[in-house]
């Protein structure tokens, strides 16, 4: 059985054109709308994005404050760093080592990976979806984990084995994670953790890896155009000391500064619908920099695209009716992998 769920136009490789050392960027790339927005980057407002401790979370006497405080952060910020998350560091350090390593391989090396027409599974870039729209400085290398059936032959078993062993340990303990994240989630909303449970247990988990390359006018792109995630889940991992994701909050972009060992969580489009609004999905970007590449990796746990999605029965009531429609997953993925990336326009259209 196949599934596609969307593709993207095939377009320059960013890191072959970084490498020509270009003193001003193609015109394709520049985008004036996006810098005379207001930068908050004082540090005494960036330590203000919450920090939840995941060890406190499963302590039963520390549990009840830090669920408290989960519940504050996904309902005013929908972004969170997650610390003690209980992920083994070698495992976290090994994934690390191999993005960087994927990034570092001959151009036909990596092109042996390229997205392959109407898919969007591979090396490429996403969300293109005409010749004249803008790009991103950015290149991408993005793959379905599971469920199994939406694996593409030619990419995940054909990487060298240690990168295919880093995946597959990597996306099982991050799948795991989310899971404890979106029980605990559910806990602190009073809703019933089977709806959680039913929606996302068998969902799609993916991951996307992002390089950056050094860019001559940074102040003209955009790594990742402002938007919010479709998924119910985004777990963030900083694989560089290069800082570059911004947070919109109250009409301000705020830098996030990552911590040690930490985890940058993040509530998506879906898990906004699901919560009836009670958790809001963020707009985020990614800057770039001039004299250092940037690399992470957005893994994503979304719904069972085999299921429908809406507002949870357990939180709709005459006081707080439905605010989203339902709609089948699969078509919800559809819809939004036909569109540019552009704020949160696509989750405008599931309110009712």
Request: net charge negative; hydrophobic share 40%.
């Given at each position: 059985?196949?599934l596609?769920?969307?593709?993207?136009?095939?377009?320059?490789?960013?890191?072959?054109?970084?490498?020509?050392?270009?003193?001003?960027?193609?015109?394709?790339y520049?985008?004036?709308?996006?810098?005379?927005?207001?930068?908050?980057?004082?540090?005494?407002?960036?330590?203000?994005?919450?920090?939840?401790?995941?060890?406190?979370?499963l302590?039963?006497?520390?549990?009840?404050?830090?669920?408290?405080?989960?519940?504050?952060?996904?309902?005013?910020?929908?972004?969170?760093?997650l610390?003690?998350?209980?992920?083994?560091?070698?495992?976290?350090?090994?994934?690390?080592?191999?993005?960087?390593?994927?990034?570092?391989?001959?151009?036909?090396?990596?092109?042996k990976?390229r997205?392959?027409?109407?898919?969007?599974?591979?090396?490429?870039?996403?969300?293109?979806?005409?010749?004249?729209?803008?790009?991103?400085?950015?290149?991408?290398?993005?793959?379905?984990?599971?469920?199994?059936?939406?694996?593409?032959?030619?990419?995940?078993?054909?990487?060298?084995?240690?990168?295919?062993?880093?995946?597959?340990?990597?996306?099982?303990?991050?799948?795991?994670?989310?899971?404890?994240?979106?029980?605990?989630?559910?806990?602190?909303?009073?809703?019933?953790?089977?709806?959680?449970?039913?929606?996302?247990?068998?969902?799609?988990?993916?991951?996307?890896?992002?390089?950056?390359?050094?860019?001559?006018?940074?102040?003209?792109?955009?790594?990742?155009?402002?938007?919010?995630?479709?998924?119910?889940?985004?777990?963030?991992?900083?694989?560089?000391?290069?800082?570059?994701?911004?947070?919109?909050?109250?009409?301000?972009?705020?830098?996030v500064?990552?911590?040690?060992?930490?985890?940058?969580?993040?509530?998506?489009?879906?898990?906004?619908?699901?919560?009836?609004?009670?958790?809001?999905?963020?707009?985020?970007?990614?800057?770039?920099?001039?004299?250092?590449?940037?690399?992470?990796?957005?893994?994503?746990?979304s719904a069972?695209?085999?299921?429908?999605?809406?507002?949870?029965?357990?939180?709709?009531?005459?006081?707080?009716?439905?605010?989203?429609k339902?709609?089948g997953?699969?078509?919800?993925?559809?819809?939004?992998?036909?569109?540019?990336?552009?704020?949160?326009?696509?989750?405008?259209?599931?309110?009712?």
């Amino acid at each position: 059985m196949e599934l596609k769920l969307g593709g993207s136009l095939r377009v320059p490789i960013v890191q072959e054109l970084a490498k020509e050392k270009l003193a001003t960027v193609p015109s394709r790339y520049t985008r004036s709308d996006q810098h005379p927005h207001i930068i908050l980057s004082d540090l005494s407002f960036r330590l203000q994005i919450p920090v939840i401790d995941m060890q406190k979370l499963l302590d039963k006497c520390s549990m009840d404050s830090e669920l408290q405080a989960l519940h504050d952060a996904c309902q005013k910020w929908g972004f969170f760093q997650l610390i003690n998350h209980g992920v083994d560091v070698a495992v976290v350090e090994k994934m690390k080592l191999e993005v960087q390593e994927f990034f570092n391989l001959p151009l036909e090396e990596k092109n042996k990976f390229r997205q392959e027409e109407g898919d969007l599974q591979g090396y490429g870039q996403a969300f293109v979806v005409s010749e004249e729209q803008k790009l991103d400085w950015a290149d991408l290398f993005y793959i379905v984990s599971s469920p199994a059936y939406l694996r593409k032959p030619h990419l995940i078993p054909k990487l060298p084995f240690t990168f295919r062993d880093a995946i597959e340990v990597y996306a099982s303990e991050l799948k795991i994670l989310a899971m404890k994240i979106l029980k605990l989630m559910a806990q602190a909303l009073d809703m019933k953790p089977e709806e959680m449970e039913t929606l996302f247990t068998d969902g799609m988990h993916s991951m996307r890896m992002n390089y950056y390359p050094p860019c001559p006018q940074p102040e003209l792109v955009t790594g990742l155009y402002p938007h919010s995630d479709a998924v119910g889940l985004t777990i963030l991992l900083q694989v560089n000391e290069v800082d570059a994701l911004q947070i919109k909050k109250d009409g301000v972009w705020i830098p996030v500064a990552p911590l040690p060992n930490a985890f940058i969580i993040n509530i998506g489009d879906i898990l906004e619908i699901v919560t009836n609004g009670a958790y809001r999905s963020i707009e985020h970007r990614a800057t770039v920099n001039k004299e250092k590449e940037r690399i992470s990796i957005a893994t994503f746990l979304s719904a069972n695209l085999n299921g429908d999605m809406g507002p949870a029965p357990s939180l709709i009531t005459l006081q707080s009716p439905a605010k989203f429609k339902r709609i089948g997953v699969a078509e919800y993925f559809k819809g939004f992998f036909s569109r540019e990336l552009v704020g949160k326009s696509y989750l405008d259209l599931m309110r009712i």
